[in-house]
């Protein structure tokens, strides 16, 4: 295995033609890993080769954060106990020690107890492991240009 794992993070608005663009890009980049918020979907699945493994809440609820594994040889396990509505969890086994990548999505000003709750007790869970969040905070600030700070 290589000794990088390289990550795609993008926020894809459902549309189909994002999506598309994201299946270019990553001819070029080839990542191993895609984390996407707000997925275009077909039957509750995004469109990816069918010998990529998707992991997402596995209800029947909207797909807001799957996580794309591309890499199959990638010794890759959701962690359902941090795998909901609106963040997927997944352990990543490498040659030297496990990584904890957590894809969020989070609806405009909707932060409550529920998520400061799930990354309190994923930090308490994950403490020795390195933890890498991605995802879309949905935070706008006037630091990146926005008119509006929420």
């Known amino acids: ?14 549309s189909p033609t994002a999506h598309n663009e ?28 069918i010998v990529s493994r998707i992991f997402q809440v596995s209800d029947n609820s909207i797909i807001y954060c799957p996580i794309v594994v591309l890499n199959n040889s990638l010794i890759v396990n959701q962690i359902d106990n941090f795998t909901n ?7 990543i086994q490498t ?8 894809n ?4 405009s000003n909707s932060f409550s107890e529920v998520h400061f709750n ?5 930090f308490a869970s ?13 935070a706008r600030n006037t630091y990146w240009n926005d008119t509006i700070i929420n």
Do not use: C
């Open 1 to 14: 295995m290589d000794n990088k794992i390289k990550i795609i993070q993008q926020n894809l608005r459902k």
């Open 22 to 49: 994201l299946r270019s890009s990553i001819v070029n980049f080839n990542p191993d890993i895609i984390a996407l918020q707000e997925p275009y979907v077909v039957n509750n699945r995004p469109p990816f080769p």
């Open 85 to 91: 509505y609106f963040a997927t969890a997944i352990k």
């Open 95 to 102: 040659n030297s020690s496990l990584i904890i990548l957590v």
């Open 104 to 107: 969020i999505y989070l609806h």
């Open 118 to 122: 799930y990354f309190s007790d994923l």
């Open 126 to 138: 994950f403490d020795d492991y390195p933890i890498i969040i991605v995802g879309d905070f949905n």
